[in-house]
Structures are given as structure tokens and as C-alpha cells.
């Protein structure tokens, strides 16, 4: 095989959020560099989607069918899995809230899923022994919120900060582990979180010219970033915030 320092050959990779977007992209492309999966998300069909895109399926990825809003399930999830070399953090919700409309019931449910869920999965990981050394975690945040603010993103902002926050004290507790911890923080990505039918096609295409580089991300932009943070590459790389968003904050 050619050199190449992004190979994932003979890791083992977690990838939560995985029957969609950002998370099926990053499953696919670590398959074709080499790992096995172990494939994460709430809707069973699409793990089961994204399982029959893997390269080489004599790696036996597997695939766990689970609601990570619920850390039972998490908890009975990890005791059962093997160790792993890496975690993509990728599963997320969002819903567009201006100030005024803001309920405890909407915080609590979006940060449950997009903050919590991966902390208490990190948790696990790391108490039970399941995340081998060196290792490497990978949180998707977001430039909303990190680096940029817009209007109605208040939740889903807040909880992508606290994400970044939370990345930056486990990579500086994890380093002596042999653990390390970064973050993507993408722009706007074309995945069917976009809107949710609350921003019509002309506004995001008028949206668009607000990128330098003329468009939204594919998912596929983000996951090979996350490739990048997951590889032996990115082996002197801990506590960073990789912003991937076509120039948009440079604005």
C-alpha cells in the first residue's frame, strides 16, 4: 500500500449520528481508508443504510440502534462494544427559536442530544477502558455560535459551544491518557437539518453569496476533516477548534 499518514488500516472507529449527513459521509469515507465501523444512531433503517455503503464488510462493522438522549442505553451500549481507536461525535438536532419563544423543554431537549449525549458517551468510553491508546476523539460543534452568531440559533448555538468548551478540558484531562480531543466547526452543511422548512430555497441560495467560496459544505467536506483528526496525521493535535466553512467568518 502507498504511504499515506491519513490511513485509517486496522483502527476501529465509533461514529454516532451515523444513518445521515455529516455522520453517513464520515462511516463511508473512514471505511475507504481502511477502518471498521461501528456505526451509531436512533433510526435502525438508516445505520442500516449507511452499513451496505461500507467498504470491505469482512471487517464485520457493527451497528447500534440507540436513542443517546438516554444514557442507560449508552451505558449498556459500551459494555457490550469493543475497544475503539477513535469517536466521531456527530448526532444533533436543531430547531430555529427566536429569543422571545425560548421554553426550558426546548433547551433541555437539544442540549440533551447535542451536548450531553456525547460528554456522557466520552465518559463511558474513557471509565470503561473502550477507547484504546493513543486515541483520538472528534466533536462535530458547529462555526454557529463558536465563531459566528445568527438569528433564531440561539439553542442550537449555545449547545455547540458548550461542546467546544467541554472538548478543551477533556483534551487537556485525556492527554496523559494518551487520548486526544478535538473539534470540527463547520458553516452551513447541505444535510436535511437545514431549515427543517423554516428557510425557503431562494432564502438559502441568497444565503449562499454570504460564502467566499460559493457554497454550502457537503458532508463530505466534514468528513475528511474528521479523517484527518482521527489519523495518525493529526497525532500532535489536541484542544483545536478546526473551523471548515468556505470562508464565511471571514466576513
Same mark, same amino acid.
Given at each position: 500500500?502507498?504511504y499515506? *499518514?491519513?490511513?485509517?488500516e ?13 455522520g453517513?459521509?464520515?462511516?463511508? =469515507?473512514? #471505511?475507504?481508508? $481502511? ?9 435502525p433503517?438508516?445505520?442500516? !443504510? ?7 464488510p469482512e471487517? %464485520?462493522h ?6 443517546l438522549?438516554? !444514557? ?7 459494555? =457490550?462494544? *469493543?475497544?475503539v481507536? $477513535?469517536?466521531?461525535?456527530?448526532a444533533g ?5 427566536p429569543?422571545?419563544?425560548i421554553?426550558?423543554? %426546548?433547551? =433541555?431537549?437539544i442540549?440533551?442530544v447535542n451536548?450531553?449525549?456525547?460528554? +456522557?458517551l ?26 459566528c452568531?445568527?438569528? $433564531?440559533?440561539?439553542?442550537y ?13 477533556a483534551?487537556l484531562e ?11 466547526? *463547520?458553516?452551513?452543511? =447541505?444535510? #436535511?437539518?437545514?431549515?427543517?422548512g423554516q428557510?425557503?430555497? !431562494?432564502?438559502? %441560495?441568497?444565503?449562499? !453569496?454570504?460564502? *467566499? ?12 476533516a474528521? +479523517?484527518?483528526?482521527?489519523s ?7 484542544g ?6 468556505g ?5
Amino acid at each position: 500500500m502507498a504511504y499515506n *499518514p491519513y490511513s485509517l488500516e486496522g483502527k476501529t472507529i465509533m461514529v454516532t449520528g451515523a444513518g445521515s449527513g455529516i455522520g453517513l459521509a464520515t462511516s463511508v =469515507e473512514c #471505511s475507504k481508508m $481502511g477502518a471498521r465501523l461501528l456505526l451509531v444512531d436512533i433510526n435502525p433503517a438508516g445505520l442500516l !443504510e449507511t452499513k451496505a455503503m461500507l467498504d470491505a464488510p469482512e471487517r %464485520e462493522h457493527l451497528t447500534y440502534a440507540i436513542d443517546l438522549s438516554d !444514557e442507560t442505553a449508552i451505558a449498556d451500549m459500551v459494555k =457490550e462494544m *469493543p475497544s475503539v481507536d $477513535g469517536c466521531s461525535h456527530n448526532a444533533g438536532i436543531t430547531n430555529l427559536v427566536p429569543v422571545q419563544f425560548i421554553t426550558s423543554d %426546548e433547551i =433541555e431537549r437539544i442540549h440533551r442530544v447535542n451536548f450531553v449525549a456525547p460528554v +456522557i458517551l466520552t465518559k463511558f468510553l474513557v471509565k470503561k477502558k473502550k477507547l484504546n491508546r493513543p486515541g483520538s476523539i472528534v466533536f462535530t460543534a458547529s462555526a454557529g455560535g463558536v465563531f459566528c452568531a445568527s438569528v $433564531g440559533n440561539a439553542i442550537y448555538a449555545s449547545s455547540k459551544c458548550a461542546v467546544d468548551a467541554y472538548m478543551r478540558t477533556a483534551a487537556l484531562e485525556l492527554a496523559p491518557k494518551g487520548i486526544r480531543c478535538n473539534s470540527v466547526n *463547520p458553516g452551513m452543511v =447541505e444535510t #436535511s437539518l437545514i431549515g427543517r422548512g423554516q428557510v425557503t430555497a !431562494e432564502q438559502h %441560495e441568497k444565503d449562499k !453569496e454570504n460564502y *467566499p467560496l460559493g457554497r454550502y459544505g457537503q458532508p463530505i467536506d466534514i468528513a475528511h476533516a474528521i +479523517i484527518f483528526l482521527l489519523s495518525d496525521a493529526s497525532s500532535w493535535m489536541t484542544g483545536t477548534a478546526l473551523k471548515i466553512d468556505g470562508g464565511f467568518t471571514l466576513k
